[in-house]
DNA sequence: ATGGCGCATGGAATGCGA
């Protein structure tokens, strides 16, 4: 089973790439992040044209999130129960026999802003929803744009900012993982400096000046048959890209 | 130190992302 997520900075824009990205990689399950579009305009005939059913959760302009899946999803749970939230950041489904939960975690704008106490609010939620989850679904895959690089190999050395790199953010992705989840990505050798974000300015994808902010964590039942993960940088280098590359992971059956 | 780009809304200029 091949899972993947890519924040797509607006499904209207990027509808043709991800058309494209299907039908390349042919993932069994695509989580996507940053829609930017309501309900009513999400392309589920394009969609569906290529094989893919459809689940999501959007608002007009930020935010919004999707899984398009080969299988049908079922049982389709929207937000974190018991946090109140207009923002569209959370859906999760079942796929198979696999609990898929597809995230836009928030930016944070800046460490000790308004916003950032929102985040870690939000990810603190997350983290006791996850827990309960996890009891429920043993077969549990959390994919998405976490807005968190969690350790000094995920940010390239000349990253000044403290927003993404914070302790209290690093903390937060600990705790995450410190309920049985493992980064699947750090479960294999890796290159270094092998990042899911790029900012559009300073020709910082060239440069390669990025963050690993995209990220899959599996329960350990799934940690133990995965097989694979990586960064699909090709995306990132086509005409008007997403700021983020896909990042595909395989779990053998 | 700041802004750089891209997308959104709305129909110019501004907010937001990371």
């Not at 829609?35 to 969609?47: G, Q, S, T, V, W």
């Not at 989850?133 to 976490?146: F, N, T, V």
Request: with cysteine; net charge negative.
């Amino acid at each position: 089973m091949k899972l993947a997520t890519w924040n797509v900075n607006s499904l209207k824009v990027r509808l043709p790439q991800v058309l494209d990205w299907l039908a390349t990689v042919r993932p069994d399950v695509l989580c996507l992040q940053e829609l930017k579009l309501e309900d009513r305009n999400f392309p589920i005939a394009e969609i569906e044209a290529a094989g893919y059913r459809a689940v999501f959760s959007g608002q007009k302009a930020y935010n919004g999130v999707a899984i398009l899946a080969r299988e049908t999803p079922t049982d389709i749970s929207i937000g974190i129960p018991g946090f109140a939230d207009e923002q569209r950041r959370v859906i999760a489904a079942t796929v198979g026999n696999v609990r898929v939960i597809s995230a836009y975690f928030p930016n944070g704008q800046a460490v000790g802003s308004e916003k950032f106490a929102y985040k870690l609010a939000w990810l603190e939620a997350l983290t006791h929803w996850l827990e309960e989850e996890l009891l429920r679904y043993p077969s549990l895959a959390l994919l998405g744009d976490y807005n968190i690089a969690p350790d000094e190999r995920d940010a390239h050395p000349d990253w000044k900012e403290e927003i993404h790199v914070s302790q209290p953010e690093r903390d937060a992705f600990r705790a995450l993982t410190g309920l049985g989840l493992s980064d699947a990505f750090r479960l294999f050798e890796q290159p270094e400096k092998n990042f899911s974000w790029w900012d559009y300015r300073m020709m910082a994808f060239r440069r390669n000046f990025g963050l690993r902010i995209d990220h899959i964590l599996l329960s350990a039942e799934l940690a133990a048959r995965c097989t694979a993960c990586g960064v699909d940088k090709a995306p990132r280098k086509l005409e008007r890209p997403s700021d983020h590359a896909p990042v595909v992971t395989e779990i053998a059956d």
